[in-house]
């Protein structure tokens, strides 16, 4: 079994920052890419920001410059911290990991349970 355990979300006020946290545990075998995406109400899930493991990045275009992902690959932990924070950023945050497990050698997707931002303005 896979676990993707997120932390960090919270209410926080226009300009502030925060800085989200996903633990990927269980029978691991590798992890690809790692990253974030997040869903506000009515809208769908849309992509935030991603990292490979030999950490190369991709961002969205509306949150380039303001957040910065990282992994630590020893922990299997990937990170998103978020500064200038807007009210549209509001959202569900979620976790995602692209990897194989031992008893699956085929690279699978799996989800964080989500993390709730709210900016105030």
């Known amino acids: 079994q896979v676990q993707l355990v997120e932390s960090g979300g919270g209410l926080v006020q226009a300009g502030g920052s925060l800085r989200l946290s996903c633990a990927a545990s269980?029978?691991?075998?590798?992890?690809?890419?790692m990253g974030w995406y997040r869903q506000a109400p009515g809208k769908q899930r849309d992509l935030v920001a991603t990292?490979?493991?030999?950490?190369?990045?991709n961002y969205a275009d509306s949150v380039k410059g303001r957040f910065t992902i990282s992994r630590d690959n020893a922990q299997n932990t990937v990170y998103l911290q978020m500064n200038s924070l807007k009210p549209e950023d509001t959202a569900v945050y979620y976790c995602?990991?692209?990897?194989?497990?031992?008893?699956?050698?085929?690279?699978?997707?799996?989800w964080g349970q989500g993390t709730q931002v709210t900016v105030s303005s």
């Open positions: 995602n990991a692209n990897l194989r497990t031992y008893t699956s050698f085929r690279f699978n997707d799996y």
């Open positions: 269980g029978n691991i075998l590798s992890i690809n890419v």
């Open positions: 990292i490979t493991s030999g950490g190369s990045t």
